[in-house]
């Protein structure tokens, strides 16, 4: 093997579809590293094999895990469509984009309607978003009575600030992939005992977001999936789509509710978001734009 070698590791469920070829990005990926003459191989990735990648020659590659070593790079899907990113950390909000300045002049008006109309339609064909209920929705993830590093409080603290702030019905939903402890679902339910226009439930968020008058989470991405729906979102922890939202980690907990009253440029920010900063599988130009990509991070392509 050369220098000019990639080690991917996967998960064996995308493993299996890289392999017969059903991962559009992937597979791009590979193609557009085989016509400059690299060579591929693919791994089942475990803590074993990420251990033994510094060892190998080449460079590595690795799905929503952090990289190992120098020559390495992690990647995810950015949320909606065949948009990704490939960064050296798995953290998101240590991303270029989380960093960069966002400015509504320097975006095209007219291209950023066409593309959030696109968008809107391709995800919420037929929704009607309203806010008559004034319903606040929290979108919950994991760790519910941890504070970590990245988040301004614990999750549970995020809906007493909620509901401190807020009059109207409030509701929480959990996780469907997350699994919740005893004391997690005790400490909901003691929030729910005091408040009466709170509840919580598992899933529905999809249903609740056109209804809502704004997401309140940690990061979780119906924050950003709720801009197509221009419903304002607080973020209780450091995020790479803080740009227009309120950020309790960036602007405190009073400067971040009162963003909530603002009319960002939402259709503009999200053109911003995915087209300027992510790439896109779905497009002819994927490939150069890939290794242009690579090549900022000194690999030699």
């Not at 003459?37 to 094999?49: G, I, R």
């Not at 760790?143 to 590093?149: A, V």
């Not at 309120?246 to 960002?264: C, E, H, I, K, W």
Request: aromatic fraction near 12%; include cysteine; hydrophobic fraction near 40%.
């Amino acid at each position: 093997m050369t220098e000019r070698h990639l080690s991917i590791y996967l998960d064996p469920a995308t493993l299996s579809q890289v392999r017969k070829g059903q991962h559009n990005f992937f597979t791009r990926l590979i193609g557009a590293l085989r016509t400059v003459n690299w060579s591929v191989d693919l791994h089942e990735t475990s803590p074993a094999a990420r251990r033994a990648a510094r060892k190998k020659p080449g460079y590595a590659l690795y799905h929503m895990e952090p990289p190992t070593h120098a020559r390495a790079l992690t990647c995810r899907r950015s949320y909606v469509g065949a948009f990704w990113h490939i960064e050296d950390s798995a953290e998101r909000w240590e991303w270029p984009v989380a960093k960069a300045d966002f400015n509504a002049d320097d975006i095209d008006g007219t291209e950023a309607a066409h593309f959030f109309g696109m968008w809107k339609n391709r995800l919420y064909s037929g929704a009607n978003p309203t806010n008559e209920d004034d319903l606040a929705l929290i979108a919950l993830q994991g760790k519910l009575r941890d504070h970590r590093s990245f988040q301004a409080m614990s999750p549970i603290q995020m809906i007493e600030e909620v509901l401190a702030r807020h009059a109207g019905p409030v509701v929480a939903t959990l996780h469907p992939k997350e699994t919740y402890t005893p004391d997690e679902i005790t400490a909901l339910e003691r929030i729910a005992s005091q408040f009466s226009r709170f509840r919580f439930q598992l899933g529905g968020s999809p249903d609740l977001l056109p209804l809502c008058r704004y997401v309140a989470t940690q990061n979780s991405a119906l924050a950003l999936e709720g801009f197509f729906l221009r419903k304002p979102a607080i973020l209780f922890a450091k995020s790479e789509f803080h740009h227009i939202a309120g950020s309790v980690p960036r602007d405190g907990l009073d400067a971040a509710f009162r963003r909530l009253n603002q009319t960002p440029p939402v259709a503009r920010y999200l053109y911003w978001f995915f087209q300027r900063n992510a790439l896109n599988a779905g497009r002819p130009e994927f490939e150069e734009q890939l290794r242009a990509h690579l090549k900022n991070f000194d690999w030699p392509i």
